[in-house]
C-alpha cells in the first residue's frame, strides 16, 4: 500500500514536493494543508484533485470562499504516515511541538528551520542511511544541498583541507513582488562567514568550509564560486569535469553552448519542458572547473526553488524505510521526475 503524506505549508516548495510525491510509485499524497483560501487553494483541489485539510480556525474562512475543504490539519496528522513540512521558516518546529509530536506522526522540514528542529539534517546522496526510521528529518537549504552534493563529491573522491566559498542569492522567488533590492547588491549577512558553512557541517560533518554571501537582483537561481584546497596535489581539472560528470544530481554545462548565465539555464530547462521550469540538477559550468597547484576552482548555479525537491521524496523513503539502499530510493525519485544524470543534448 502507498505511504500516505501530508504535505503542510503549500508554497513554492510545498507544491512542488506534492506534486513530486505523487509522480512516484509508493506514496500518495493523502491531502495538502493551506491557510489561505486563494487561487492556489482552488487550483490544488480543482486541477490537481488533492485532498484540502486547513487549521480548524480557517474552516469557516475556506467554506465561505466555497472552497472545498476535506478535513481539518489537526485531524489529518493522526491519519498519515509523515508529513512534509514546508511552511515558512519557524513555523516547522512550531508545528512539530503542537501538531506532529502529540499525533505521534513523522515529520520532514526545510532548511528554514534551525537544525536542531530534528534528529539529522538530510541530503540524500551524502547521507540517506542516517535518516532511516528517523522521527525528524531536516531537508537543509537549497544552497545548503547544492554544496553538499558537489563538495560531498569532492571531498569523497580527493580529500577537502578547506573550501571557501562566495554565494550570490537570487533576492527573492519569481512572484514574491514585495522584496528587493531592485538595485544593489547587498551583503547578507554582512557578518563574514555567514552561516552556510556551518549549515554545510550539518550534514559532512567535519567539512573545513567557510562561507560569506552577498544577495542580487535576481529572481531566477544562485551562484556560488568555489575555491577548494584539495587534499591530493595529483588532481587535474579533467578529473574534477569526470568527477561531476557522474555525480547525481549534477550537470556538466558548457558555457559556450549558449548557457553562459542563470537565464540561459532556465531558458534551457523551459526548452526541456520542466514543469514550472524546475532544475533539479545543480549546474557547474564546465569552463569554471580549473585545478591550479592543488586547488580547484568552479562556479555552479543552484534553481533554489526546485533542487529540494528530489531530497524531500528520499526524506519520506528514508524515515518510512520504504528503501533501504540509497541509490535505489534516487533512482526511483529521479525516473518519476525525470531527473537525467547526463542529458545527451549536453554531449
Ligand atoms: P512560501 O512562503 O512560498 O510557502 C509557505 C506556505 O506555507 C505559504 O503558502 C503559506 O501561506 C503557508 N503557511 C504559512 N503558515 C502556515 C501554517 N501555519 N500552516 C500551514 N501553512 C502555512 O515558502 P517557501 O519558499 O516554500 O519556504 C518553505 C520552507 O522551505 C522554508 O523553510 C524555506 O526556508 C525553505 N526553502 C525555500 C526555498 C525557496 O527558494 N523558496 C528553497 C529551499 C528551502
Excluded at 132 to 151: E, F, I, P, W, Y
Excluded at 228 to 246: A, C, I, K, T, W
Excluded at 265 to 274: F, H, Q, S, T, V
Amino acid at each position: 500500500m502507498a505511504a500516505k503524506v501530508l504535505i503542510n505549508g503549500y508554497g513554492t516548495i510545498g507544491k512542488r514536493v506534492a506534486d513530486a510525491v505523487d509522480a512516484q510509485p509508493d506514496m500518495e499524497v493523502y491531502g495538502v494543508v493551506k491557510t489561505s483560501p486563494d487561487y492556489l487553494a482552488r487550483l490544488a483541489v480543482t486541477e490537481k484533485g488533492f485532498d484540502l485539510y486547513v487549521p480548524e480556525d480557517r474552516v469557516d474562512a475556506f467554506e465561505d470562499a466555497g472552497i472545498e475543504v476535506a478535513g481539518t490539519v489537526e485531524e489529518a496528522v493522526e491519519a498519515v504516515d509523515v508529513v512534509v513540512d514546508c511552511t515558512p521558516e519557524g513555523i516547522g518546529a512550531r508545528n512539530k511541538e503542537n501538531l506532529y509530536e502529540p499525533a505521534g506522526v513523522k515529520a520532514i522540514y526545510q532548511g528554514g528551520e534551525e537544525a536542531d528542529v530534528a534528529d539529522v539534517s538530510f541530503v540524500a546522496q551524502c547521507n540517506y542511511e542516517e535518516a532511516l526510521g528517523v522521527d525528524h528529518v531536516r531537508c537543509v537549504s537549497c544552497n545548503t544541498t547544492a554544496l553538499c552534493r558537489t563538495l560531498g563529491a569532492v571531498e569523497e573522491e580527493f580529500g577537502v583541507e578547506e573550501a571557501y566559498v562566495t554565494i550570490v542569492r537570487r533576492a527573492a522567488d519569481p512572484h514574491q513582488v514585495g522584496k528587493g533590492p531592485i538595485n544593489a547588491i547587498v551583503p547578507n549577512p554582512v557578518t563574514v562567514p555567514s552561516h552556510h558553512g556551518p549549515d554545510v557541517k550539518t550534514v559532512l560533518g567535519d567539512l573545513n568550509i567557510t562561507t560569506a554571501a552577498v544577495k542580487v537582483p535576481t529572481t531566477l537561481m544562485h551562484m556560488h564560486v568555489v575555491r577548494v584546497v584539495l587534499g591530493d596535489d595529483g588532481v587535474s581539472s579533467d578529473d574534477v569535469v569526470e568527477l561531476f560528470e557522474n555525480t547525481r544530481r549534477v550537470w556538466v554545462v558548457p558555457h559556450g553552448e549558449g548557457l553562459g548565465s542563470t537565464a540561459e539555464l532556465i531558458e534551457m530547462a523551459r526548452d526541456l519542458g520542466r514543469p514550472r521550469y524546475d532544475l533539479y540538477e545543480i549546474m557547474v559550468w564546465e569552463e569554471s572547473i580549473n585545478v591550479e597547484d592543488g586547488v580547484l576552482y568552479y562556479m555552479q548555479a543552484v534553481h533554489q526553488e526546485a533542487d529540494v525537491v528530489p531530497e524531500n521524496v528520499d526524506a519520506v523513503r528514508a524515515v518510512l524505510e520504504l528503501e533501504e539502499d540509497a541509490e535505489k530510493s534516487m533512482d526511483k525519485t529521479d525516473e518519476a521526475l525525470g531527473v537525467l544524470e547526463r542529458p545527451p543534448f549536453l554531449g
